[in-house]
């Protein structure tokens, strides 16, 4: 009996039960931290509201234009503060070297922050799409509402890889201020806050330069409102963008080992 207690007891748990574990403490981590997840939910959400419903009261164009726009400036941002904010605290407190000294699966914690990624992205798309049916009366198919969500969920890859490779390169305090310029500013370069024929010609043309514009084509596509380039090239620009910052910073993190 007292080997059979033994051979339990020493018995290893399941892999999958790391990263589950590991999902769970990075959730209950921004659930403590509201001062992420509520402007990260709410500014979204505030700024559809003023744009799409009360500026543009009546004009379901313009709301489902805004819904597509907005998802996407709020899952750029969930994505890139997501992930820059807390691996640049973790690299600056030794938590990451920590992590590299327990029995944790390799990138657990990694896998753990995209999944908290995905599941503020998905919120942020469930409450936008909340708001414009009781608000602003928007009215799409059951497969575009389903293909919005797909659209802003796996369109947190690029720009958590871009977030990650930030967090590699400054400290804690700083990652905020580094992500906000870069993060607001191309984000109106894009024509996520407001449509890119209401700016210069001269911000149009140099839009494809930023990977939330093709983002947005992307989820303004589902709707109905793109500028009409192929949606293949959009995935693509994506996808060398998730690519290239996610081994820019696999670099930055095995040098700092």
Not at 134 to 139: F, K, L, S
Request: glycine share 10%; aromatic share 10%; charged share 10%.
């Amino acid at each position: 009996m007292d080997g059979m207690t033994t051979s339990m007891v020493a018995r290893p748990a399941p892999r999958w039960r790391s990263y589950v574990l590991e999902a769970k403490c990075e959730l209950l981590r921004l659930l403590r931290e509201p001062a992420f997840g509520v402007p990260v939910i709410a500014f979204p959400a505030f700024f559809y509201v003023l744009f799409g419903v009360l500026l543009n009261r009546g004009n379901a164009g313009a709301a489902e234009y805004l819904l597509a726009t907005y998802g996407v400036f709020g899952v750029v941002g969930a994505a890139m503060f997501g992930f820059g904010v807390t691996i640049a605290i973790d690299r600056e407190q030794g938590f990451l070297r920590l992590k590299r000294a327990l029995p944790t699966p390799t990138g657990a914690p990694l896998l753990a922050k995209m999944a908290m990624a995905m599941v503020f992205c998905a919120v942020i798309s469930l409450v936008l799409a909340l708001l414009a049916v009781a608000v602003a009366g928007v009215r799409l198919s059951p497969g575009q509402w389903a293909l919005l969500l797909v659209v802003n969920v796996l369109g947190s890859l690029p720009f958590a890889a871009i977030g990650l490779y930030i967090g590699t390169l400054v400290g804690g305090n700083a990652a905020p201020a580094v992500l906000n310029l870069i993060y607001l500013p191309m984000a109106f370069l894009s024509g996520l806050w407001l449509p890119l024929t209401m700016l210069p010609a001269i911000f149009g043309k140099l839009a494809a330069l930023w990977p939330a514009y093709h983002l947005g084509q992307a989820a303004l596509k589902v709707v109905g409102h793109d500028a009409g380039q192929p949606l293949w090239l959009h995935v693509v620009v994506l996808l060398v963008v998730t690519v290239v910052f996610a081994v820019l910073a696999q670099r930055r993190l095995s040098a700092a080992e």
